[in-house]
């Protein structure tokens, strides 16, 4: 009989030093930068709408560590490009940012497009999703946070 050994490898996880927020409601755009405050050494940039993040990366050349992206973004701007759609852009100019799509909506649908499209996570906006927040940036990046 032949034994089989398996090993298991942890994925190597990246360090958490940028994140660009696009929300267009001013009160959870707020909300989603004084979160990150909890954690030492990140800064957060937040925008309004998905095109003025795209200028600023285009302009600036930095890369986020992670980008947060509201699935609607027509609440200031009923003209404005939703999630989806900013997603595929910012993928072309960050291809080794991490992204996690934003909605107040659980749809399948939108969930199953945003994956296809380039998120790696789906959050539902709310105390809960602040929670599986905690739980991606613990598995996936290098943080510290100020309790430590």
């Known amino acids: 009989m032949t034994s089989l050994k398996l090993t298991f490898s942890t994925p190597e996880r990246k360090s958490l ?6 929300e267009d409601s001013p009160n959870e755009l707020e909300m989603a930068t004084e979160y990150f405050s909890k954690y030492s050494g990140i800064s957060t940039k937040g ?6 993040c795209i200028k600023e990366l285009v302009v600036s050349g930095v890369s986020p560590d992670m980008i947060l992206i509201d699935y ?8 404005s490009k939703d999630g989806l759609e900013i997603l595929v852009k910012l993928k072309e100019l960050c291809p080794r940012s991490e992204f996690i799509m934003l909605s107040a909506v659980e749809n399948d649908r939108i969930i199953d497009l945003a994956r296809k499209k380039g998120a790696s996570y789906y959050v539902v906006k709310g105390a809960e999703g602040f929670r599986k927040l905690d739980s991606i940036i613990e598995y996936d990046f290098e943080v510290e946070s100020e309790h430590e």
Request: a negative charge; zero cysteines; charged letters at 25%.
């Open 47 to 52: 925008f309004s709408n998905g095109e003025d």
């Open 17 to 22: 030093r940028t994140v660009y927020i696009i």
């Open 72 to 79: 609607f973004l027509d609440s200031e701007n009923p003209g």
